[in-house]
């Protein structure tokens, strides 16, 4: 099966901007969606979005379709996630940012229902409270319904890893809820 | 498979990653199996909650930025590399034109810093000393 955005990531390579407005267009939901649940910041999750974006357009002249397109851009979205959250960390600042309610949450947005401001409110600090591998596996899983050899490429782990991942994360949250 | 064997394999059942053999055992199971049903229902529901959250957009000039910046990027690394390129070929342009004026005496620039030493022939230690002197000073 062909890869829909090979020819955009090869007309990239060729200096292509329309291509590449069009590849940002495809992917800007599911990339700032993905970041912003990941580390739980919407205004840093937009900068690093911009920079994944900037690092495929380096790097599509290099790009050798040894996997999807999707998968190499989820794979950089996921190392540059990780290295905010590793500065954060020693910055110590990132359980204050965990516990503190994302920006789409700390007051509701006056177009949003209160059901899913509820919501956001419900599942916010339970997804912040599972391990960062578990929370990346669920969010691809779930948001972008990847396959675990997907999952596993995005990650760098094993199909069986990425299973017991999700088995975790999953069984992780369902107790959160449990108790609460 | 008991009980707690299956719902080990409840996640990977609900995202058709087992094979057929494993999935043929769970799938009637859980029919009949009120815990194991119950147990798998939570985990739909907690993808439910996760799925259910709002989706993050981003601003209507989002890629227009994106854009503009990797335009920018391709430019200022454009003008990096031809200032890096043009600098070494000055430089090697300069060293070639100073060796190849060495063999022609007065073809060149002007050797009026020469005329002092006027009586030094041409190739000699003095007259290209001050043939790169003068040279230097000029700017070439």
């Known amino acids: 099966m062909v890869d829909p955005d090979l020819a955009l990531v090869e007309a990239i390579?060729?200096?292509?901007?329309?291509?590449?407005?069009?590849?940002?267009?495809?992917?800007?939901g599911?990339?700032?969606?993905?970041?912003t649940r990941y580390i739980g910041d919407r205004r840093i999750a937009e900068d690093l979005a911009q920079e994944v974006f900037l690092r495929i357009y380096r790097a599509a002249p290099r790009f050798q379709a040894r996997t999807k397109v999707s998968t190499w851009i989820f794979r950089i979205a996921y190392n540059q996630a990780l290295t905010e959250i590793g500065r954060r960390r020693r910055h110590q600042d990132l359980r204050e940012?965990?516990?503190?309610?994302?920006?789409?949450g700390a007051e509701r947005p006056p177009s949003q229902p209160a059901a899913r401001y509820e919501l956001e409110e419900e599942i916010a600090p339970a997804l912040a409270r599972l391990p960062d591998n578990q929370?990346?596996?669920?969010?691809?899983?779930?948001?972008e319904e990847l396959s675990y050899?997907?999952?596993?490429?995005?990650?760098?782990?094993?199909?069986?890893?990425?299973?017991?991942?999700?088995?975790?994360?999953?069984?992780?949250?369902?107790?959160?809820?449990?108790?609460? | 498979m008991n009980c707690s064997q299956i719902?080990?394999?409840?996640?990977?059942?609900?995202d058709n990653e087992l094979d057929h053999e494993t999935s043929s055992l769970i799938g009637p199971h859980i029919e009949r199996c009120p815990e194991c049903q119950e147990y798998f229902g939570k985990l739909k529901e907690m993808d439910g909650l996760v799925y259910?959250?709002?989706?993050?957009?981003?601003?209507?000039?989002?890629?227009?930025?994106v854009v503009s910046a990797a335009m920018r990027t391709s430019a200022v690394a454009g003008d990096e590399s031809f200032s890096f390129a043009s600098g070494i070929k000055l430089a090697v342009t300069g060293l070639f034109e100073a060796i190849f004026s060495l063999f022609e005496p007065g073809s060149g620039p002007s050797t009026?810093?020469?005329d002092e030493f006027s009586d030094s022939p041409p190739l000699s230690m003095s007259f290209i000393y001050f043939k790169l002197v003068d040279q230097g000073s000029r700017g070439y």
């Open chain 1, 13 to 28: 390579g060729r200096c292509d901007h329309k291509a590449f407005e069009s590849l940002v267009k495809r992917y800007q």
């Open chain 1, 30 to 35: 599911p990339l700032l969606n993905f970041i």
């Open chain 1, 97 to 104: 940012a965990l516990c503190r309610r994302s920006e789409g």
């Open chain 1, 135 to 143: 929370k990346a596996a669920l969010l691809l899983r779930v948001n």
């Open chain 1, 149 to 180: 050899r997907e999952i596993g490429e995005i990650l760098g782990v094993s199909v069986q890893s990425v299973e017991s991942l999700l088995f975790r994360a999953r069984t992780s949250l369902k107790r959160y809820f449990d108790k609460t």
């Open chain 2, 7 to 14: 719902r080990r394999k409840l996640s990977a059942f609900m």
């Open chain 2, 52 to 65: 259910g959250l709002p989706k993050i957009e981003p601003g209507p000039d989002f890629a227009s930025r």
């Open chain 2, 112 to 114: 009026g810093a020469l």
